[in-house]
């Protein structure tokens, strides 16, 4: 099965910027589709961004919609999340998330994905 390990988290003050990144291994990352999320203290987990296996297709939620950046780099088995001009709003955990899909497809429901890593915090200070 797809493993998932997240990494590039950490604390940064608002305005400011982090780049996640989510690597696959036990098979090529190429025929997934990937999506962020993300979740905060005693809240839902909510959707960030996903990008279609042929890595053509992205969407964003419209609370990170100008800010973050999706973005799949098949060679290095990995899907990466460029976080710019963070808020407070921003702060979670986040976890990356992979179903096989068709090379167009892209997901924004959380029950769709079959495959999760562990997450990686995300601190944005006011």
């Known amino acids: 099965q797809l493993q998932l390990a997240e990494s590039g988290g950490g604390s940064v003050q608002a305005g400011g910027s982090l780049r996640l990144s989510c690597v696959a291994s036990?098979?090529?990352?190429?025929?997934?589709?990937v999506g962020w999320f993300r979740q905060a203290p005693g809240k839902e987990r909510e959707f960030v961004a996903t990008?279609?296996?042929?890595?053509?297709?992205?969407d964003t939620s419209d609370s990170v919609k100008g800010r973050f950046t999706v973005r799949r780099d098949i060679h290095q088995n990995a899907v990466h999340l460029q976080m710019n001009n963070l808020k407070s709003e921003d702060t979670a955990v986040y976890y990356c998330?992979?179903?096989?899909?068709?090379?167009?497809?892209?997901?924004?429901?959380?029950?769709?994905?079959?495959?999760w890593g562990q997450g990686t915090q995300v601190t944005v200070a006011s």
């Open positions: 990008i279609s296996w042929s890595g053509a297709n992205t």
């Open positions: 036990g098979r090529a990352f190429a025929a997934y589709t």
């Open positions: 998330a992979a179903v096989h899909g068709s090379s167009a497809t892209v997901a924004k429901s959380a029950s769709e994905y079959d495959y």
